[in-house]
């Protein structure tokens, strides 16, 4: 076998040569694409023959060259490819409380793009209930070959997957399911409630109350209601409004969580309400009913595509892309399996003043033209 080459090994004085692929087949007696499957952990090639190949590499000081990274991230997303790599995307929605919010349609529809542009393939599996389990999941993903997985919109109540981690490396997009601690890209609540408590407060109002139900409260590992507190404590004028959580499948229906919003507003005399489901007018002005002034709803969720809805814009696409990014990096490095110390990405949201763009019938339109794509994501 030809003699490893060093990085102290050089053409000429005082210049460092780099280790490359090539010089670690030459010394393994494989071809260089073996060796970049195997840094790759590719499930092609045979567990020994990777952690050989990896470890030669290691003692060679080999390091990938970060501008022939981008170079060939650059060449795959300009090419047209033959032979598209899959990405599962897992999702476990809430058939009476999520299918109907656009922001996990966002989700998909921003890592969707990303995975496209940059050659991939998304294949969207449901998850759990009327989806497959996790015995079914780890059968397929096998056999398609998929090793990268973005988690998403799963429910707090969802038990951990229990797929062998060693053949894959995931993403999560949200906080669950909590026992899974892979990376994770998720929205910086916590920031997006006290900056809407903060733009309430300039705009002088003093009582700002939060509404947000007990599922969401979950969901969100109580970084909503920090936000909050944090909010009211950052102002001496503001008062303390206790917030409200209410039942997200109230035995009453819709008019049950309506009553208890009208008391509570009623009760706290708020000027502002604070929440991330958003309220029709319809509703609005029978919570609203019977308070002083004009109490004003912001939106801690408000759509991107609604101009009419003030208050925080929490970018879902954005977060789609940007975890399907996290997850391209950890396939074309193969950091398969669940990383030793998990990183949380935090994607923060802006702030949007209400405005009146559209006739009555157009925004019908445009709602109806929403709907209509959410349910061809899902489809």
Request: hydrophobic share 40%; with cysteine; charged share 25%.
């Amino acid at each position: 076998m030809p003699a490893p080459i060093h990085p102290e090994s050089t053409s000429s004085p005082g210049v460092v040569r780099r280790v490359t692929l090539a010089d670690v087949a030459r010394a393994a007696g494989v071809h260089r694409t073996t060796v970049s499957l195997a840094l790759r952990n590719h499930s092609g090639l045979p567990a020994p023959t990777r952690a050989r190949l990896k470890a030669l590499a290691e003692e060679m000081g080999y390091r990938p060259d970060p501008a022939l990274a981008a170079l060939n991230a650059y060449r795959v997303g300009r090419a047209e490819h033959k032979n598209v790599v899959a990405v599962a995307y897992l999702q476990h929605l809430d058939p009476e409380n999520d299918l109907g919010a656009a922001c996990h349609g966002l989700y998909l529809e921003g890592a969707r793009a990303q995975a496209e542009r940059l050659g991939y393939r998304l294949e969207r599996f449901s998850v759990g209930d009327d989806g497959v389990n996790a015995r079914q999941l780890g059968r397929i993903l096998h056999a398609r070959g998929i090793q990268g997985i973005l988690i998403a919109s799963f429910t707090p109540d969802m038990p951990t997957l229990e797929l062998d981690w060693s053949r894959h490396c995931g993403v999560r997009i949200g906080h669950h399911p909590a026992g899974l601690p892979l990376n994770t890209v998720a929205h910086n609540f916590f920031q997006i409630t006290s900056t809407a408590v903060a733009r309430a407060y300039e705009k002088g109002y003093t009582r700002v109350g939060l509404a947000v139900s007990d599922m969401d409260t979950k969901k969100q590992a109580q970084l909503i209601g920090a936000g909050f507190e944090l909010g009211l404590d950052s102002h001496d004028g503001l008062r303390r409004v206790p917030r409200l959580t209410f039942a997200a499948h109230d035995a009453r229906g819709r008019a049950g969580i309506i009553h208890d919003l009208r008391a509570w507003a009623r009760r706290e005399k708020i000027e502002v309400l604070l929440s991330n489901w958003n309220f029709p007018s319809s509703e609005l002005a029978t919570i609203f009913d019977g308070l002083p002034g004009r109490p004003r709803f912001y939106s801690l969720d408000a759509p991107s595509d609604d101009l009419r809805i003030g208050g925080m814009v929490q970018n879902h696409r954005l977060l789609g892309r940007h975890a399907f990014d996290q997850l391209a990096l950890q396939m074309q490095t193969g950091a398969v399996g669940i990383p030793e110390y998990p990183v949380l990405s935090l994607i923060e949201g802006f702030w949007r003043e209400p405005r009146d763009v559209a006739p009555s019938s157009a925004r019908s339109r445009s709602r109806r033209s929403d709907a209509r794509k959410t349910r061809e994501l899902f489809s």
